[in-house]
């Protein structure tokens, strides 16, 4: 079982950037695909971006590609999340949530086994 804990959270301004980080535990991420979710008041959870098990393959939302960046460190047992030309509807509390399956769809969040507790973004105009 592995358990995953998101920092880097904060208060951000339109046009800004601020990197997320989540830190894994119990067991090697190098054995999981990872990604990051985020969920608005009032609003469903909704996919932001994914990583395969390997790196080799990512995936991002329509509403952030171009301006985040997935990416892991298996030697540190991390995964991150870089947030450029952030925006206020990026304002949510970010998931990162990690999936040891196989031949799955990872833009799904009901593939991914393992969540953290989440870390509040919220950006200003």
């Known amino acids: 079982q592995v358990q995953l804990v998101e920092s880097g959270g904060g208060l951000g301004q339109a046009g800004g950037s601020l990197r997320l980080s989540c830190a894994a535990s119990?067991?090697?991420?190098?054995?999981?695909?990872m990604a990051w979710f985020r969920q608005a008041p009032g609003a469903e959870r909704e996919f932001v971006a994914a990583?395969?098990?390997?790196?080799?393959?990512?995936f991002y939302a329509d509403s952030v590609k171009g301006r985040f960046t997935i990416s892991r460190d298996n030697a540190k047992n991390t995964v991150y999340l870089q947030m450029n030309s952030l925006k206020p509807e990026d304002t949510a509390a970010y998931y990162c949530?990690?999936?040891?399956?196989?031949?799955?769809?990872?833009?799904?969040?009901?593939?991914?086994?393992?969540w953290g507790q989440g870390t509040q973004v919220t950006v200003s105009s």
């Open positions: 949530a990690a999936s040891a399956r196989h031949l799955v769809v990872l833009t799904s969040a009901y593939v991914y086994d393992y």
């Open positions: 119990g067991r090697t991420i190098s054995d999981y695909h």
């Open positions: 990583v395969n098990w390997s790196g080799a393959s990512r």
